[in-house]
């Protein structure tokens, strides 16, 4: 037992003497703005129905629109000579139909007033989204692999679907604390 | 800057106005001890960010809960630990720290006093989330492992079960840092 305790006295003073760990530059500058910006966009969602959010978003889905059509204009120009799809080809229409779906649920729950604590996490989501459709940009853009192309749609959709789930259940959603 | 610095009433007053500098200043005045403590439950710089980002996204939205502002810090202290807590809970299979393996063979008599040769997060490297967690909450905080078990959804003779791993894995770490003469993380 005083073995036990002087381990535990030890850990104990080495954690008081430890200094502090000064948040790495790069991570500090974005975390920063993006701390920021979402306090602005809080704040103006208080004041404004039309906040910036609602700007934010409607970029984000123009840019997912964006997407989708150059997405179908790859895939029918990549289709197998006899005409028929192949197969990735085939997962990738059914993945950006998939999406489809989850945006036009989506779209129906994101206005409804959420929770804080759901307003942090679908913040989160929502963030994630727009970085996975940049990524999509990027993918059709630079003519990426099918396979990335697939990866990223895939992440899109589960994203989508945590969103829509988070949202769906927000009445039945509460923290469990702070 | 700690969790213990104070920050003023009129600085968490201007914040929930919708000042943006306010805020600025509640963020630049407490990052650094939020992002130690997420780094040292997590020994993961990448999940200590986003912890980070994690709290004040969260204060934001709670500021109006605070009713004593003198307990400002402890209060987002809290709030840290929660989010950490969260992250152990939601990561688990990933956080697995040095397995047993590291220490088969061992016995536990190596003297202590090696223990006091190893920095803070060596020793916290080779430990699961979930060990860190019960550690740190333990020791530093003073949790009771009633609460513990709670938190982190875990009975209580779970709690106490991983604490006295991880004192034990504290002890094995200090012995083979003794006797290898290696750094502890060489052993990942």
Same mark, same amino acid.
């Given at each position: 037992?005083?073995?036990?305790?002087?381990?535990?006295?030890?850990?104990?003073?080495?954690?008081?003497?430890?200094?502090?760990?000064?948040?790495?530059?790069?991570?500090?500058?974005?975390?920063?703005?993006?701390?920021?910006?979402?306090?602005?966009?809080?704040?103006?969602?208080?004041?404004?129905?039309?906040?910036?959010?609602?700007?934010?978003?409607?970029?984000?889905?123009?840019?997912?629109?964006?997407?989708?059509?150059?997405?179908?204009?790859?895939?029918?120009?990549?289709?197998?000579?006899?005409?028929?799809?192949?197969?990735?080809?085939?997962?990738?229409?059914?993945?950006?139909?998939?999406?489809?779906?989850?945006?036009?649920?989506?779209?129906?729950?994101?206005?409804?007033?959420?929770?804080?604590?759901?307003?942090?996490?679908?913040?989160?989501?929502?963030?994630?989204?727009?970085?996975?459709?940049?990524?999509?940009?990027?993918?059709?853009?630079?003519?990426?692999?099918?396979?990335?192309?697939?990866?990223?749609?895939?992440?899109?959709?589960?994203?989508?679907?945590?969103?829509?789930?988070?949202?769906?259940?927000?009445?039945?959603?509460?923290?469990?604390?702070? | 800057?700690?969790?213990?610095?104070?920050?003023?009433?009129?600085?968490?007053?201007?914040?929930?106005?919708?000042?943006?500098?306010?805020?600025?200043?509640?963020?630049?005045?407490?990052?650094?001890?939020?992002?130690?403590?997420?780094?040292?439950?997590?020994?993961?710089?990448?999940?200590?960010?986003?912890?980070?980002?994690?709290?004040?996204?969260?204060?934001?939205?709670?500021?109006?809960?605070?009713?004593?502002?003198?307990?400002?810090?402890?209060?987002?202290?809290?709030?840290?630990?929660?989010?950490?807590?969260?992250?152990?809970?939601?990561?688990?299979?990933?956080?697995?720290?040095?397995?047993?393996?590291?220490?088969?063979?061992?016995?536990?008599?190596?003297?202590?006093? *090696? +223990?006091?040769? /190893?920095?803070?997060?060596?020793? !916290?490297?080779?430990? #699961? =989330?979930?060990?860190?967690?019960?550690?740190?909450?333990?020791?530093?905080?003073?949790?009771?492992?009633?609460?513990?078990?709670?938190?982190?959804?875990?009975?209580?003779?779970?709690?106490?079960?991983?604490?006295?791993? *991880? +004192?034990?894995? /504290?002890?094995?770490?200090?012995? !083979?840092?003794?006797? #290898? =003469?290696?750094?502890?993380?060489?052993?990942?």
């Amino acid at each position: 037992m005083s073995k036990t305790s002087s381990i535990q006295d030890l850990f104990i003073s080495k954690w008081q003497q430890a200094e502090e760990r000064p948040v790495p530059n790069m991570a500090d500058q974005s975390v920063e703005k993006s701390v920021l910006d979402a306090f602005d966009k809080h704040h103006s969602n208080v004041t404004s129905n039309l906040s910036k959010s609602g700007y934010g978003w409607f970029y984000a889905m123009a840019a997912s629109l964006f997407i989708a059509v150059f997405s179908w204009q790859f895939f029918y120009q990549g289709k197998s000579i006899n005409g028929a799809p192949s197969q990735p080809d085939t997962v990738l229409v059914l993945a950006i139909n998939e999406s489809k779906e989850l945006e036009t649920a989506f779209e129906q729950l994101r206005l409804q007033a959420t929770s804080e604590f759901v307003y942090v996490q679908k913040f989160q989501l929502e963030k994630e989204l727009i970085l996975i459709n940049s990524k999509l940009a990027d993918a059709y853009r630079h003519q990426g692999s099918l396979q990335d192309k697939l990866q990223l749609w895939h992440q899109k959709n589960k994203t989508l679907s945590q969103l829509n789930a988070l949202l769906a259940k927000t009445e039945s959603v509460h923290a469990t604390h702070i | 800057m700690s969790f213990a610095t104070p920050c003023s009433k009129q600085v968490i007053k201007n914040a929930l106005a919708g000042d943006r500098l306010a805020y600025g200043q509640i963020y630049n005045t407490y990052k650094q001890a939020v992002y130690s403590l997420a780094y040292r439950m997590l020994q993961n710089p990448d999940a200590a960010s986003d912890i980070l980002q994690q709290v004040f996204l969260k204060v934001m939205t709670r500021l109006a809960d605070v009713k004593d502002y003198s307990k400002f810090g402890s209060w987002l202290k809290r709030i840290a630990y929660n989010c950490v807590i969260d992250y152990i809970r939601a990561n688990e299979r990933e956080m697995t720290g040095f397995d047993d393996d590291h220490f088969a063979g061992g016995d536990y008599s190596g003297k202590q006093d *090696s +223990l006091a040769e /190893l920095d803070l997060d060596s020793l !916290l490297k080779g430990l #699961s =989330g979930r060990e860190r967690a019960v550690l740190i909450l333990f020791s530093i905080e003073e949790y009771t492992h009633q609460e513990i078990a709670s938190e982190l959804g875990i009975s209580e003779s779970n709690s106490k079960q991983i604490y006295s791993r *991880s +004192l034990q894995k /504290l002890s094995q770490l200090a012995k !083979l840092e003794r006797y #290898s =003469g290696s750094k502890v993380g060489s052993y990942e």
